[in-house]
């Protein structure tokens, strides 16, 4: 019966063969498609400004004020610092227009938590994006990427509310747990995480973070709610019957080779350095690559529903809500920011 | 020189299959059946029969269709969690809880599984039969309903280019984001699978693929490396075993066709070149020749040699395939009949 079937699909398949492909011109986000959204991109044309780092490109803008006020990724226009601790170039930004000369750009302020820089891009002619009303967001609306040219750079529809993507890790894959002894034991310390340079050991149970006891695996992951990148937190571990406290460093998650997610998330693409630990970040699919965040994310209204702060992985890109982008801007331009001391120097505290 | 041969794979796997890691759950057995909820067919949304939308308004068409779909069927989008195995996705078809997803997410009949709804709810269910050939798998919800369910389309009423809408829960299950949706288009549409651009990755793998009326047309199985590369089990495939799968039967077993060529990397890169061939099989019978440089397989461009044994890996024997060939200044497009990989 099995075999009846397979022969007779083989053959009503052979004779369709030909047609069963579409040659990839039709694909989601081919050029014909995008074509059609041109009256949607041209309402923003001098709204998006690409930002080049030592001459190359590294990011979108989105203009949000008079005077070339621009947001932008902030840690996409830091220069990548090699194993010898040498940063790839001395970090001079300088912004692409759309009409395709080049301006001078100025870091005024960065908010680390949301990845936000605020940059004066000095250029005329600018003119800022129109927000959408923040309840209007709808799943499975479109989501136009605008670029610098005529066409966006990607489309795709809005894939998820926005939510918390937690960003701060121990570094620790956990072991196996059984129903008798639920108690969470370390399996594994992934190299160069806070884990395992504090010298805490696969084979470890432990039994309280930041000051919050730990009976379950669940427990460790609530602990560390609240807990911010670069924080120290106190783990007590349990190690042959004796009880030791370890500090640990919080860091923002590495990609891990051996992490079967993150082989996945990178075997077609690349994802941006920075790409979690955001507080609210909505997520959608259009295909942007790390160069192409920091611009805005249009419904096709024209009217800005975000600002791309990443590229997740495989399936997702995130954006950060209008609410917050407006919040942060306001607070980005708090005068003791705009005129404190260069936010390009390292020795400035940024927040 | 590093050279391969098509088929078998060097590696356990064709193509990534989309589990993740998770916790167990232990529960009591109980048997059932039910009944299909088929979809009568119906007119196709204008916009399908369109290269692509050309109007603002066609843009707006198409996006009230999607989000349609999102609304509707995200409540029957369940998450599973199989002891041992992960989670993984699958969808409700019928009110009395009838739940499509992949063989590789289930794994043996009768055992006990969790279901988690969108809303975060949970109920059991016990797992049915699977192909494990083409990856269709089943399982029951355990108690009475109606639950939350979506209509299946017809067997093969989907075209390449048809849009599609992608519905699972990647990663597994977080309350905080419970339904993820994704747009895409049929790429390709085979015997044995459809291949969609709505990108797909690990828990996801069960999880329903929808044409614009909200009809399930396919359920995710497979990924290959490039983003437009994800393939679905076709729904026909579900509607043609109904019985069998209901039944709890268990049958199939992934067959690796050959095509007999040892590849190797271009060093231009223009293609994958073919450094022998073996005699007596498919690409010997199709005229395939030691020194061909391989462009295009169905239409796909041979980037390198793993692209081609990814892709051969996704197809059967008896399949077709249409082989584009480089051979000194000529271009030549050839048929090959893959066959069975001799044991």
């Not at chain 1, 170039?89 to 936000?116: E, S, Y």
């Not at chain 2, 299909?36 to 269709?65: M, N, S, Y």
Request: aromatic share 4%.
């Amino acid at each position: 019966m099995a075999a009846l079937l397979v022969s007779l699909f083989t053959i009503v398949d052979d004779s369709a063969h030909a047609q069963n492909t579409h040659r990839g011109k039709l694909d989601t986000e081919s050029d014909v498609v995008r074509r059609a959204f041109l009256p949607v991109t041209q309402a923003v044309r001098n709204s998006v400004v690409r930002l080049l780092l030592d001459g190359e490109p590294a990011a979108l803008g989105t203009v949000v004020g008079d005077n070339g006020l621009v947001l932008t990724k902030a840690s996409e226009l830091t220069p990548v610092v090699s194993d010898d601790g040498q940063p790839a170039g001395p970090g001079v930004v300088t912004a692409l227009l759309p009409t395709g000369q080049r301006a001078a750009a100025q870091r005024l302020a960065v908010d680390r938590q949301h990845d936000l820089a605020l940059l004066r891009v000095k250029a005329r002619g600018l003119r800022p994006v129109v927000w959408a009303d923040p309840a209007s967001a709808r799943l499975g609306q479109w989501v136009v990427v605008p670029g610098t040219d005529e066409l966006p750079e990607a489309v795709g529809i809005y894939s998820a509310a926005p939510r918390e993507i937690t960003g701060v890790r121990l570094g620790i894959h956990f072991g196996p747990t059984s129903a008798a002894d639920p108690s969470p034991m370390i399996g594994y310390t992934i190299p160069g995480m806070g884990a395992a340079e504090a010298g805490l050991h696969p084979g470890d149970v432990i039994r309280a973070v930041a000051e919050r006891p730990t009976p379950t695996v669940d427990d460790v992951i609530d602990s560390l709610r609240g807990v911010n990148a670069g924080d120290v937190v106190p783990v007590v571990i349990e190690r042959a019957g004796m009880r030791r406290v370890f500090p640990v460093e919080m860091r923002l998650r590495e990609l891990d080779r051996f992490n079967r997610a993150d082989w996945m998330n990178t075997m077609g693409n690349d994802v941006s350095r920075r790409r979690d630990g955001f507080p609210s970040v909505f997520q959608h699919d259009a295909t942007i690559d790390p160069s192409q965040c920091g611009g805005p994310v249009l419904n096709l209204d024209g009217r800005a529903v975000g600002i791309n702060i990443a590229r997740g992985g495989r399936i997702e890109a995130y954006a950060l809500p209008v609410d917050v982008v407006l919040e942060t801007l306001a607070e980005l331009q708090s005068p003791v920011l705009i005129h404190g001391p260069d936010p390009d120097d390292p020795a400035r505290p940024t927040r | 020189m590093d050279l391969r041969l098509d088929a078998p794979l060097p590696r356990a796997k064709p193509a990534s299959w989309l589990c993740r890691a998770a916790c167990l759950l232990m529960l009591t057995p109980v048997l059932a059946c039910g009944s299909v909820a088929l979809a009568a067919p119906a007119d196709r949304p204008a916009v399908q029969d369109l290269p692509a939308p050309e109007t603002l308004e066609q843009l707006r068409d198409l996006e009230t269709r999607v989000q349609a779909v999102v609304r509707d069927a995200a409540p029957a989008t369940v998450a599973l969690n199989v002891a041992g195995r992960g989670t993984g996705s699958g969808v409700i078809v019928t009110p009395d809880g009838f739940i499509l997803t992949a063989a590789h997410v289930i794994g043996p009949p009768g055992r006990l599984i969790q279901v988690r709804f969108p809303d975060g709810s949970v109920a059991p269910a016990r797992t049915l039969g699977s192909d494990r050939g083409n990856d269709a798998g089943m399982a029951k919800l355990e108690g009475d309903g109606p639950w939350p369910f979506v209509p299946m389309a017809t067997a093969a009423s989907l075209q390449p280019g048809d849009w599609t809408v992608a519905l699972g829960h990647p990663a597994g299950f977080d309350e905080e984001r419970p339904v993820v949706a994704r747009l895409g288009r049929v790429v390709r549409l085979r015997r044995t699978f459809v291949q969609s651009d709505c990108a797909l990755i690990g828990g996801d793998s069960g999880g329903p693929l929808f044409n614009l009326r909200g009809q399930v047309v396919g359920i995710h199985s497979r990924i290959g490396k490039q983003a437009k590369s994800n393939y679905h089990v076709p729904v026909g495939d579900y509607q043609r075993t109904w019985q069998e799968l209901a039944e709890g039967l268990t049958w199939g077993q992934r067959q690796f066709p050959l095509l007999g060529v040892f590849l190797d990397d271009d060093p231009t890169g223009r293609g994958v070149v073919i450094r022998g061939v073996v005699p007596g099989t498919a690409a010997a019978k199709a005229g395939i020749r030691e020194g061909d440089t391989l462009l295009l397989i169905d239409e796909e461009p041979c980037t390198d040699d793993q692209t081609v044994i990814e892709y051969l890996a996704l197809l059967a024997p008896g399949d077709p395939v249409d082989i584009t060939l480089q051979r000194g200044d000529q271009q030549l497009t050839l048929r090959a009949i893959l066959e069975p990989r001799p044991e």
